[in-house]
T-cell receptor, first 113, second 112 residues
Framework: NAGVTQTPKFRILKIGQSMTLQCTQDMNHNYMYWYRQDPGMGLKLIYYSVGAGITDKGEVPNGYNVSRSTTEDFPLRLELAAPSQTSVYFC????????????FGPGTRLLVL | EDQVTQSPEALRLQEGESSSLNCSYT??????LFWYRQDPGKGPEFLFT???AGEEKEKERLKATLTKKESFLHITAPKPEDSATYLCAVQARAGSARQLTFGSGTQLTVLP
């Protein structure tokens, strides 16, 4: 198993540009999450999904959108990038029917200039 | 609102010098308290889950304990490879989607 994979690893965006951060897990987990981590801070929940076709907002959803068309994939969309979205983004997944440990991907570092 | 506060923000230890990291929390019914280790440029790596006051778990030089208001991560005779940021998170019983609320972490540096 590859676990949770994220692409790209690093990206520079100009203000107003759009992009999609990709997240894929091969563990057949039904719950998936997107977090952002600013320097010296903990992780803040952006969006989460409890299964294909079901998504909900977390603590800091403004400026982001998500979709969940399959169990494996949970992409995060930034429509109009702003400097405040400069951060490191982590995707995580959990098997709600088993040991409820969140497994994290390696992260995407995003710089908005 | 669930809250997690970790202290100290940063800790420097000599190799072999034992110490403890603190995680204070307020949550509307604790489902679980999680400890993660995060290396620079990497995603958080799971260490422990604690479910009830009085519970303890150990892994190599690390031992996590839990009370009704806080958790401690005890590091015994640390080595330089234990240098990392340690994150604490809580999961409320009420959240059906198993969301985690994280603290800001303790950055541990172990000097040889």
């Amino acid at each position: 198993n590859a676990g949770v994979t994220q692409t790209p690893k690093f990206r520079i965006l100009k203000i107003g540009q759009s992009m999609t951060l990709q997240c894929t897990q091969d563990m057949n987990h039904n719950y998936m999450y997107w977090y952002r981590q600013d320097p010296g801070m903990g992780l803040k929940l952006i969006y989460y999904s409890v299964g294909a076709g079901i998504t909900d907002k977390g603590e800091v959803p403004n400026g982001y959108n998500v979709s969940r068309s399959t169990t494996e994939d949970f992409p995060l969309r930034l429509e109009l990038a702003a400097p405040s979205q400069t951060s490191v983004y982590f995707c995580a997944s959990i098997d709600s029917g088993g040991v409820e440990t969140q497994y994290f991907g390696p992260g995407t570092r995003l710089l908005v200039l | 609102e669930d809250q997690v506060t970790q202290s100290p923000e940063a800790l420097r230890l000599q190799e072999g010098e034992s110490s403890s990291l603190n995680c204070s929390y307020t949550v509307s019914g604790l489902r679980g308290l999680f400890w993660y280790r995060q290396d620079p440029g990497k995603g958080p790596e799971f260490l422990f889950t604690l479910y009830s006051a009085g519970e303890e778990k150990e892994k190599e030089r690390l031992k996590a304990t839990l009370t009704k208001k806080e958790s401690f991560l005890h590091i015994t005779a640390p080595k330089p490879e234990d240098s990392a940021t340690y994150l604490c998170a809580v999961q409320a019983r009420a959240g059906s989607a198993r969301q985690l609320t994280f603290g800001s972490g303790t950055q541990l540096t172990v000097l040889p």
